[in-house]
C-alpha cells in the first residue's frame, strides 16, 4: 500500500481550510485518511505561526516508514526544517504558448513588412 502525507480540503465555498494527512494514494482527496499530522490555513497572514501546524515527530514516523510528501506539503516540510525540497528548474515555464507565439511572429511579420513599405515609399 503506497501511502502519501497530503492535502485534504475542508472549509466553505470560498474559505479554504486543509488538513495534513497521511492516506492511502488511491482514496479520494477529502475521503479516508489513516491519521491527521498537521493544518494548513491559507486564510491567515503568512507570518502567522498558525497558518501551518505540523505534528512533526508523527510526520517523522511515517517517513520513516516510507510514506511520500506531495509537492505541497513537502514545501511545508522544507520550510519546517524536516525534510529538504530540491529546488525545480522549467525554463519553459514564462515562454508563452503556442498560439502566442505564432501571433507575436505574425504581429512581428507586419511590422517588417509597414516599415519596407514606408521605406520603399520614402525612395520613391
Do not use: C, H
Not at 481550510?17 to 475521503?31: H, K, L, M, N, T
Not at 505541497?72 to 522544507?78: A, E, G, I, Q, S
Amino acid at each position: 500500500m503506497a501511502v502519501k502525507i497530503r492535502l485534504a480540503r475542508g472549509g466553505s465555498k470560498k474559505r479554504p481550510y486543509y488538513r495534513i494527512v497521511v492516506a492511502d494514494e488511491r482514496s479520494p482527496r477529502d475521503g479516508r485518511y489513516i491519521e491527521k499530522v498537521g493544518s494548513y490555513n491559507p486564510a491567515l497572514p503568512k507570518d502567522d505561526e498558525k497558518r501551518v501546524v505540523l505534528l512533526e515527530d508523527r510526520i517523522k514516523e511515517w517517513l520513516a516508514k516510507g510514506a511520500q510528501p506531495t509537492d505541497r506539503v513537502l514545501r511545508f516540510l522544507d520550510a519546517a526544517g524536516i525534510l529538504k525540497r530540491e529546488p525545480r528548474n522549467n525554463p519553459n515555464r514564462a515562454k508563452p504558448g503556442r498560439k502566442a507565439q505564432e501571433r507575436l511572429a505574425e504581429a512581428a511579420q507586419k511590422a517588417e513588412d509597414a516599415a519596407e513599405a514606408a521605406k520603399e515609399a520614402a525612395a520613391e
